[in-house]
């Protein structure tokens, strides 16, 4: 019915204009193409919009880096201010029509045009008054109040709106994922009871990748390339959770665990090899800078995979005369030890009080045997221990370190160590341009949900989220329950201490010397980075296997980066037959940067509001397009109160000098009509509230090709306008 009522004045405008050549109602044109003329006011704000409308739907990624925020910022502030002048142009252009063409409006909405960047107006009497106000066309006034509402709310939000749009959002994007093949089996790699021996462990030699790799691909000369350090001196980050000694009321183990050497240095030589194969792929499809030059990157392994987690509890022992025959004795660690193991308890003094020691003994040796090792007048002799499974279920081996000095005959540090692998995840990021930090989190066998990065999310992941303690301490109960337990030979135990043939001293004795007072602490936290560090330098010398996809680029043989980021299938090709029981490891990658997208709500709202504006200045275009009805009066304060003051006084403003408090007054209606002068025989334009008799509307309809604005004689008439 609106849509009916507005094309019944464009014909009953666009008949006068047929009667009436040269039609002109003080500043009112039916020229359709000054009306599209006068539109050029929403030109930029419109494109702008529609700009940052298809940036954010198409997705467009701009990289690890951008342009400083503030930039963003006043370029939004610049929209807000086109918008705002272009929705308060729609509105007085209506309420203008309704003034001087239409049949009034409530005296409420008289400004509403000039005040579409205040919200407060939309719970003003003004409005509210408007709204109850009586009108021969309610579906006018609607149309009319349901413009204005939607232009203040569009004005208010629009700035908002652009700034979500333009600035760019740092989150992650779907980098690719593929299969990778190490050439050794799981029970290699992560073996419980038949051991392989640590080869060279302090080896010197810094290894890059592959030698297939870095000669094939020409991966030498870029300095990222040479940059991992793999094998024996592969970097990788040792979680360690040091519990307070003796705080609590048993013994407190240490907690430690990192990264398998061969799966970390694998996931290294993956993550150098797409970033080498991102060279000669762009973001913008076709131009732009190397995407390798903009990304930073996480590459996980989420599943499959599995890292050594190792704990153990050390306490101060004495021998007495007359004691040597006696059974060894090995403290208990909580959570692991089952309680039922306990063969004795004692009670220690420390500085909180008494505190209860629990212990298990060895049936098979005695501190006799333990003291006939040679012992070390200058240092530490570490001597490893296989405890019997039945008795020390959970525990991997002991440890009994005879100390220095003169009592070195009777003092002694009795340790029960356990160590399991745990199912993890690993990461490895590639930040500015280099390979970062490396870290790993635990999750429980068996649960859905694993620790991974959506690509949704907004947070940015970081080797932090992997590997923090105090955010996911390690326990003893985390290690018993979730974990495979392992069983640790003394032989191989040996190859975790060393002879350092330049300082003429074992490994274990040089990491000693940072002892502070509590030797069973120092003794502790040694043997537990140790332990898990042997762990994981297991099946050493394997690496990654396969070729890798590669696609010819101006005459020349380039890795595929394009189908890399695609994730479309596994990137590395292997022989099946040679990898049938090789080990398996999906890699999902996530580019970190800022980009352009719908991802997330807030540039849905915002792509919302921005397209709202646009339909509202399309259909004001349209409107004017048709009617051709175009005007610059009456959109300032300054025209509407200059109109106002040479307007007759109305009984129905009586007392509103001092301000308006009542509600009716803004449900007046008002129209722009023509009274005479009182001198002379002039015409001018004034504000009418209150209702006009039929008979009298007809005498005061603005009439074509007349002049109004006539002053008294004598006076110089500067301002007067020809309409």
């Not at 030699?205 to 390339?225: A, C, F, R, V």
Request: proline share 6%; with cysteine; aromatic share 8%.
């Amino acid at each position: 019915m609106a849509t009916a009522s507005f094309l019944a004045d464009f014909q009953a405008v666009r008949s006068k204009a047929t009667k009436n050549q040269n039609l002109a109602l003080h500043g009112f044109g039916l020229s359709r193409l000054i009306a599209l003329l006068r539109a050029l006011i929403h030109l930029v704000p419109f494109g702008f919009a529609l700009f940052e409308i298809i940036l954010n739907w198409n997705v467009y990624y701009i990289g690890a880096r951008a342009y400083t925020t503030a930039i963003y910022q006043i370029v939004a502030k610049a929209h807000e201010i086109l918008i705002q002048a272009s929705i308060a142009a729609i509105i007085l252009s209506a309420i203008r029509r309704e003034l001087a063409l239409g049949e009034g409006l409530p005296f409420g909405l008289l400004f509403s045009g000039l005040q579409v960047s205040q919200i407060s107006y939309l719970w003003s009497v003004e409005l509210w008054g408007a709204m109850k106000a009586e009108c021969p066309r309610p579906l006018r006034k609607a149309a009319l109040v349901a413009l204005v509402v939607t232009g203040i709310i569009l004005a208010v939000t629009s700035g908002p709106a652009s700034a979500v749009l333009l600035i760019p959002r740092l989150q992650l994007w779907p980098g690719g994922r593929t299969h990778i093949w190490v050439n050794a089996t799981a029970d290699q790699i992560w073996p419980s009871d038949e051991w392989y021996a640590i080869r060279d462990w302090l080896s010197a030699l810094n290894q890059t990748p592959p030698y297939s790799y870095t000669k094939k691909y020409d991966l030498g000369e870029d300095p990222l390339l040479s940059c991992p350090v793999h094998g024996q001196n592969s970097a990788r980050n040792l979680l360690w959770s040091e519990a307070p000694y003796r705080a609590g009321s048993a013994p407190l183990p240490d907690f430690a665990t990192t990264q398998q050497a061969v799966i970390a240095d694998a996931l290294t030589d993956a993550s150098v090899l797409w970033f080498a194969s991102l060279i000669n792929v762009t973001a913008d499809a076709g131009h732009g800078s190397p995407l390798s030059d903009q990304s930073d990157a996480a590459h996980t392994i989420l599943s499959n995979y599995s890292q050594p987690y190792t704990t153990a509890v050390c306490l101060h022992g004495r021998v007495q005369n007359g004691t040597e025959s006696k059974h060894v004795t090995f403290p208990l660690i909580t959570g692991v030890n089952p309680p039922a193991m306990v063969t004795f308890n004692t009670t220690s003094s420390t500085r909180n009080g008494p505190e209860p020691d629990q212990w298990i003994t060895h049936p098979d040796l005695t501190y006799s045997q333990v003291l006939d090792i040679p012992a070390d007048a200058n240092g530490y002799r570490l001597q490893w221990i296989p405890l019997p499974g039945n008795l020390f279920v959970g525990s991997s081996i002991g440890a009994v370190v005879r100390l220095p000095g003169s009592d070195s005959r009777t003092d002694m540090v009795v340790c029960n160590i356990a160590a399991s692998w745990g199912p993890s995840s690993i990461v490895v990021e590639i930040r500015g341009g280099g390979i970062g930090p490396m870290g790993s989190a635990f999750h429980t066998r068996g649960s859905n949900k694993q620790p991974g990065i959506p690509i949704s999310q907004s947070h940015v992941p970081s080797a932090e989220d992997y590997d923090a303690p105090s955010t996911t301490p390690l326990d003893s109960g985390y290690i018993s329950s979730h974990q495979t337990s392992i069983n640790i030979s003394e032989s191989w135990a040996q190859y975790l201490d060393p002879l350092i043939e330049p300082l003429n001293s074992s490994l274990f004795n040089v990491l000693m010397q940072y002892t502070e007072g509590n030797v069973a602490g120092t003794v502790q936290n040694a043997l537990v980075m140790l332990v898990t560090n042997g762990l994981a330098r297991t099946a050493w010398g394997t690496t990654l296997q396969g070729d890798v996809k590669t696609v010819v680029l101006d005459g020349e043989e380039r890795l595929d980066g394009n189908y890399w980021l695609s994730g479309k299938g596994d990137v590395f090709k292997v022989d099946p037959g040679l990898s049938h029981n090789w080990v398996t490891l999906r890699v999902d990658s996530t580019l970190k940067g800022y980009a352009y997208n719908t991802l997330t709500t807030p540039p849905c709202i915002a792509i919302a509001l921005l397209t709202a504006y646009c339909l509202l200045v399309l259909g004001h275009i349209f409107y004017s397009a048709i009617s051709g009805i175009s005007s610059n009066s009456w959109d300032s304060i300054a025209e509407l109160t200059a109109l106002a003051i040479n307007s007759t006084p109305t009984a129905a403003l009586r007392n509103t000098c001092a301000g308006i408090s009542e509600l009716h007054i803004f449900k007046l209606p008002v129209r722009i009509l023509v009274n005479k002068d009182e001198e002379g025989e002039g015409e001018h334009l004034e504000l009418v509230l209150t209702k006009v008799d039929e008979e009298k509307m007809n005498e005061r309809i603005i009439v074509a090709n007349r002049t109004y604005g006539t002053l008294p004689k004598g006076v110089v008439d500067e301002g007067k306008k020809d309409v």
